[in-house]
């Protein structure tokens, strides 16, 4: 699977930045609060792939890497725009940007760099699963504003385009054993715990910025459900976590490449919207 590097601008219009998804403000949130992690958190994985990049020999896998890092930065380049619109809507998204570069940023200079990859394995297995669960199920966005469901569909075929190109660099520049097993699914624990400490954190943000808008339980009750319930966020995520401990564990044992089918569909729509926004 060669990632494709597309470069791509979704329209988003900035007075449905705090409410764009059909569920409401709370719901808008959570994906806002997600958003705030990708400019910083696609950086770290470009980085922490690219100081492996030497060590490649297969070159098919020096193409893959290559897609993967084109790919990464157009998602950085326009989540960057996305979170210039909550920033001038009142939200503190650029702290919270500055808040999580600064981590990061710790982490790359104190960190191992097989531990990073390792972090970067597991994000990706994440970011995979998340957008797995988003392209199977229509419901988990229905009719939100055009541009912003784009933005998200286009990211999750891109996610899923490149989900294994990580964990095939790990394969190949970390020596098979015992130990790459257990650093492996080590990371996943450790990322588990702070990947949703972050987004809880920066998502109870977005809504205490945003609290103008009313609703308050309401809007905290749909989030409930639409996270937790019987067909919840979480509870869809839960066995394709677990699978991710197996010893023989590949991105690629889930095939949905047909989800991928889509793209140029999607891309038209995208640039369809874009055209008719700027008559």
Request: glycine letters at 6%; hydrophobic letters at 40%; one cysteine or more.
């Amino acid at each position: 699977m060669l990632p494709i590097r597309r470069d791509i601008k979704v329209e988003l219009p900035a007075e449905r930045a705090c409410d764009w998804h059909e569920q409401g403000s709370h719901v808008t949130h959570f994906f806002n609060a997600l958003s705030l992690l990708f400019p910083s958190g696609e950086l770290f994985f470009m980085d922490s792939v690219r100081h492996y990049r030497e060590q490649i020999h297969d070159p098919e896998l020096k193409r893959q890497i290559q897609g993967f890092i084109g790919q990464e930065a157009m998602h950085s380049r326009e989540h960057l725009r996305y979170n210039d619109l909550l920033q001038d809507a009142g939200l503190p998204a650029h702290l919270l940007d500055r808040r999580l570069r600064f981590f990061l940023d710790f982490q790359k200079k104190h960190f191992p760099p097989a531990f990073n990859l390792a972090i970067t394995v597991a994000l990706e297995h994440y970011t995979a699963i998340l957008a797995d669960l988003l392209l199977r199920d229509p419901s988990r966005f229905g009719n939100s504003v055009a541009g912003y469901r784009q933005m998200w569909l286009w990211h999750a075929l891109e996610e899923t385009e490149h989900k294994a190109v990580s964990y095939d660099v790990w394969n190949s520049v970390i020596k098979p054993g015992p130990k790459r097993y257990l650093i492996r699914t080590g990371s996943m624990l450790f990322t588990t715990l702070g990947f949703w400490l972050v987004v809880f954190d920066f998502h109870v943000r977005m809504l205490i910025a945003d609290r103008r808008r009313g609703g308050h339980w309401r809007g905290l009750w749909q989030v409930v459900k639409y996270l937790y319930g019987p067909k919840g966020v979480f509870p869809r995520i839960a066995l394709p976590w677990l699978q991710f401990f197996k010893p023989g564990f590949h991105p690629w044992d889930h095939d949905n490449r047909e989800q991928l089918q889509r793209i140029d569909g999607l891309v038209q729509d995208i640039e369809r919207t874009r055209a008719a926004a700027a008559k």
